[in-house]
């Protein structure tokens, strides 16, 4: 099956020689993995949105936030499991970050681990190890002598529906994990290079919302990265700079095809997003943007 669907990393849509929206089908996970935020914090600064805002976190207020969008998940039907925040590790609760989950073509379930770029993270990542060992997932690691950094499902994103995996990579994440995530998951990794610190994840700068519709952050990308997005997307809707950057607005996230959970006060792209025909639930994130997080940070998606 996957024959026609080579494991393989592709970086310039001359080299596509298929649609994804033809790739083969994969089921949605259904489960949400958050990470309690009780020692949240913003105590360092290893991204732009971070610089001014240490020590300026309303903790209460993130609680609470915290909480709402868990209620969010709940109230859409997706079971929401908890792992609980650890001491000294106040990036923690961005769960999208650690490990990358994934179904294997025999329909066993892995998990990819991060190799995080800064030192203060790497000890987040043996929690969810633990955590997906008690659920019975394969524990796969990328090999810590080729690959330097991959920090999960902030940079690999699935393609909605299909086994085709979009990598971001020059800040959190180097090249050459893709190479060996594409190997590990039998699935083609269409490689994007990211270009402006703000837009640091994949995540903070690609929105995939059903199979042939995304939101993106055109100055996030690159000349090669845009006409890559393009062929494989029949809607590209861009998200306007300003809201990207102060809101993280394509960094909400559409579980199911038709809702889109977002950052409140991003107008513009709420209505781009409606007159595409998907609903917008916003959810107020203010105390996770300074950190340089929203709503798709705050969770991942496992099964
Ligand atoms: N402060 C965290 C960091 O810089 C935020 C992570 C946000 N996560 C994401 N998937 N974009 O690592």
Excluded at 111 to 124: G, H, N, P, T, Y
Excluded at 282 to 290: I, R
Aim: aromatic share 10%.
């Amino acid at each position: 099956m996957f024959d026609r669907f080579p494991a393989r990393v592709i970086t310039r849509a001359s080299d596509l020689d298929f649609r994804p929206v033809d790739a083969p089908a994969r089921e949605e996970p259904r489960r949400v993995l958050m990470a309690s935020p009780t020692y949240y914090d913003v105590e360092y600064v290893i991204n732009p949105h971070m610089e001014g805002n240490v020590g300026r976190v309303d903790r209460l207020l993130a609680r609470q936030q915290w909480a709402a969008l868990r209620a969010v998940y709940e109230g859409l039907g997706y079971p929401v499991e908890v792992i609980a925040g650890a001491p000294l590790l106040p990036d923690m609760v961005f769960t999208a970050n650690q490990s990358f989950p994934a179904r294997l073509p025999d329909g066993g379930r892995v998990v990819v681990l991060s190799i995080m770029r800064s030192a203060r993270r790497q000890a987040e990542v043996p929690w969810f190890e633990a955590w997906y060992r008690g659920q019975g997932f394969q524990v796969a690691r990328l090999d810590e002598f080729r690959i330097s950094e991959f920090e999960g499902g902030g940079d690999a994103l699935w393609h909605p529906g299909r086994g085709v995996i979009y990598g971001g990579h020059g800040f959190r994440s180097s090249i050459d994990a893709y190479g060996a995530l594409s190997g590990l998951l039998g699935v083609p990794v269409l490689a994007l290079r990211l270009n402006d610190p703000r837009f640091y994840h994949l995540d903070t700068c690609l929105a995939p919302l059903d199979v042939s519709t995304a939101l993106f952050v055109e100055e996030a990308f690159d000349a090669e990265g845009r006409d890559l997005l393009a062929a494989c997307f029949d809607r590209l809707i861009p998200v306007p700079i300003q809201e990207a950057e102060r809101g993280l607005a394509a960094n909400g996230h559409c579980p199911d095809g038709r809702h889109f959970v977002v950052q409140a006060g991003s107008v513009v792209t709420r209505e781009r997003v409606q007159r595409a025909g998907f609903e917008v639930l916003e959810v107020d994130t203010s105390e996770f943007l300074k950190s340089g997080g929203s709503v798709y940070c705050l969770k991942t998606m496992t099964d």
